[in-house]
Structure formats: C-alpha cells, structure tokens
C-alpha cells in the first residue's frame, strides 16, 4: 500500500465481456501485459522461448483473453494446469502448443489428443496409457516429459529418464519433444537449492545425450528462476506471475520493472451512520466508539475477497484509504469512512489498483491476508466481470522466433 502518486494511463478504451453492467468489475490492462512481456524478453538470451503460463484463467486475468494477446505479442506456447482448461483454450481459437503442466487421467486421453493438448509424462504407466491412443495417428504424439528435481511433487527421478525414452512408446508412438523439471525455492533467498535442483537436471540431460538422444526443448525456470537464475534457462522458460506484473517474492531482493495488470473496483451500495456501540456485520466483531461513518459494498468472499481481511484490509474511496470493519461477508464489505466527505452510493472503491495518490495492490492485500499474490489474482471469482484495455497502438511486438 502506497500514497505515491499515479502513473499516467496512456491506454485506449475498454472492451466489455459482461452482458450486463456490474458494480464490481476487473479491469484488464493489456498494454501491462506486453510491457511485462517484454520485461521477461529482456533478462533471455535471443535462443530462448517463451511458454506463457495460463493456468487457472490466467491467474484471474481470463486465460482466453490473455492467450489471444499473448499470440498478437508473438507467444506460441501456453501452458495450463488441467485438460478442460486446454480444452478452453482450443474452443477459443488458441492454435498455439498448449502443455498441460498438471495431472493428467486415463478417462481424459481422448480429450487430449481430440483437442491436440501437449501432456508433461510424469511415469511410464503414463507414457503407455498415451502411446495406446496415440497408435491410431499418423505421426508420433508429442509430449514433454516432467522430471522431479526437488520440488517434490509430479515426475520421474532424473535416473528413471532414459529408460522411458527407450521404452517402447517411445519407439514410434511418442515423441519427447520437451523435458522440464519445476523449482521449488527459487525465489528463495538462498540459492542452494535452487542449484542442486539443476544438477539433479542436468545429470538427466546428461545420461540423455550419453545415450545418443536428444529433447530440443528444456525447461526449468518459472518467473523466479527467469529473474534470479539465469542458469536455469536453458532453451525455454514458463513465465507465469511476471506476466500479470508482480515479482515472485512479494519481499523481493531484485524487483523487476512490472505492471500490474488487474485493477479491482467496486461501488458504493449505501452510506451508514453509526452511532457509539452500534455493531457491524455478523458476529459483532466490530463496534463503533465514536459517531461513525460506514460505506456499504457488494463485494464478499464469494467474490475472492477474502474474509480473512475482515476488520484487516483497506480500499480506497476518493482516493483515500478506507478501512474495512467487521467480517467480510460473501457478498457485502463494510468499510468506514468517518473522515471521508461527501461519500455517497455510486462512489468508485478501488480494492486493487490505484486511485488519486493512493495505491493497493494485489501484494498488500496478500500481506493482510497472509498469502501471495498468486493466491489473491486467482481468488477473483467469476461472478466479477472481466474488462480489458486493449493494447496500446505503439505495443512492441516481439520477434516471431522469439516465443
Ligand atoms: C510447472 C510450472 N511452471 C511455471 C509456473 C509459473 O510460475 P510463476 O507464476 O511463479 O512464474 C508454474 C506456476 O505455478 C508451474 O506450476
């Protein structure tokens, strides 16, 4: 939370995606996108590609939206969590590689090779359930094979992945076309881990081509390991947090030049005086002490805004920062506005964003909540219309091998 002053909005006009006009909106800067992306390009070497991580809707943003700018801005690889969020993507038109980064189940094969989704193999049960399906195509089915490195989750150990390249699906069937391994402490403060996690890759690698083969796509490095470790680059990287313009680690040793994207506004419902000992909101967790003001807003919990801030958080009402009071319920917060004049229903309030000198963003609130910023972005419920600024007209657009 800040009260430096706003920097100045060059951006054109708004394309709504609602049908009909909310009190509570998202709105989407496009133009922060494309300058975040070119942020991202800037710390790569001219070889390496990008692979935009577009996982649960884009972290919030609208993994639609963000998957058509992305490919205006020259990105040719997405990567998703699950196959219906693949499958979204190919039902709106994203032609591009689209990996699927999670789990991935025997009953969803045929809805992954139906939509042409990229699987990251993570044990050769796996690898033979795919090669079954993939025996009916004319040529080999390309996947990305998931090495566990440290991070303790999907993955084969780096010694297990030269058998399953000379296992029989990939004899015909399969084609590795990527290997990648997830950190788990990059934006750590302490690099050993981090290290120890590329050796444990690189063996893999090694005994790859010890054995004659070859993957051309290698790739480790989440925003984290793209800003704080170039030696996890390698030949692709899976941008995800930097693109919606917030650093990895709110606390930041290294803040990068990045643009939030996401604005969060809402309107005031009601103004209310209260009077010493009245109570707000369920459970009484708040009393006036004084004559005080309050401004009613229809937004709660059910709209990803998080009951955890009740009587913690701040919005911002002309410009000035409002408290929240009481318990955030699931579809109205209270703030007080005692010293805010003239407030009346209709007033903007700004949740995320800036407004006047006044500044919160999606890290301040994931401090009052004790989370992440990830957390907060992706908590923004679908009842919250997204509205996008589109991309300014003097937008870089990066180089097309470049993606
Ligand atoms: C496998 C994988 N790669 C890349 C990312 C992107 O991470 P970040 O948003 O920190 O850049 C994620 C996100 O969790 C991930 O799960």
């Not at 391994?181 to 790859?208: V, W």
């Not at 890290?363 to 009842?383: F, H, M, N």
Request: glycine share 8%.
């Amino acid at each position: 939370m800040s009260l430096s002053p706003p920097s100045a909005q060059n951006l054109t006009h708004c394309v709504s995606l609602s049908a009909s006009p909310s009190p509570t909106v998202a709105t989407i800067d496009l133009s922060a996108l494309a300058h975040n992306l070119t942020q991202v390009r800037s710390l790569l070497a001219d070889t390496c590609q990008i692979l935009a991580v577009v996982k649960a809707d884009a972290y919030g943003h609208g993994a639609v939206v963000i998957s058509r700018t992305l490919t205006q801005l020259g990105i040719t690889r997405f990567g998703v969590s699950t196959v219906q969020e693949g499958i979204a993507l190919r039902e709106a038109g994203i032609r591009g590689s689209v990996l699927v980064l999670g789990a991935v189940f025997p009953n969803q094969i045929p809805d992954l090779f139906a939509h042409g989704l990229t699987p990251a193999v993570y044990d050769l049960d796996m690898a033979l359930k795919l090669a079954q399906h993939a025996r009916s195509q004319q040529e080999p089915y390309v996947v990305h094979i998931k090495v566990e490195t440290g991070m303790g989750r999907l993955g084969l150990s780096p010694d297990e992945v030269v058998r399953l390249l000379q296992s029989p699906p990939f004899k015909g069937p399969l084609r590795a076309e990527g290997l990648m391994t997830h950190l788990a402490d990059a934006d750590g403060p302490y690099p050993a881990y981090t290290q120890a996690q590329i050796a444990r890759f690189r063996s893999a690698l090694s005994q790859i081509e010890a054995a004659g083969l070859s993957v051309p796509l290698v790739h480790t490095a989440n925003s984290a390991g793209i800003l704080l470790h170039p030696s996890s680059h390698f030949t692709l990287v899976r941008p995800g947090i930097m693109l919606y313009g917030y650093p990895p680690d709110a606390g930041g040793n290294q803040i990068p030049n990045l643009k939030p994207l996401l604005m969060l506004t809402t309107t005031v419902a009601q103004v209310r005086a209260l009077a010493p000992g009245d109570h707000v909101s369920y459970n009484c967790s708040y009393t006036a002490t004084r004559p005080t003001r309050i401004a009613v807003l229809p937004i709660g919990y059910a709209d990803g805004y998080s009951r955890s801030l009740s009587n913690r958080g701040y919005v911002m009402i002309k410009g000035r920062l409002a408290r929240i009071v009481g318990r955030v319920c699931m579809d109205m917060t209270m703030v007080e506005v005692t010293e805010i004049p003239d407030i009346k229903p209709g007033d903007e309030a700004v949740l995320i964003g800036q407004q006047g000198a006044a500044q919160i963003s999606a890290s301040d609130l994931a401090a009052w909540q004790g989370t992440i910023p990830y957390e907060v972005l992706c908590a923004i419920g679908t009842r919250v219309p997204r509205v996008y600024r589109e991309l300014g007209p003097h937008v870089e657009h990066g180089p097309g091998s470049r993606s």
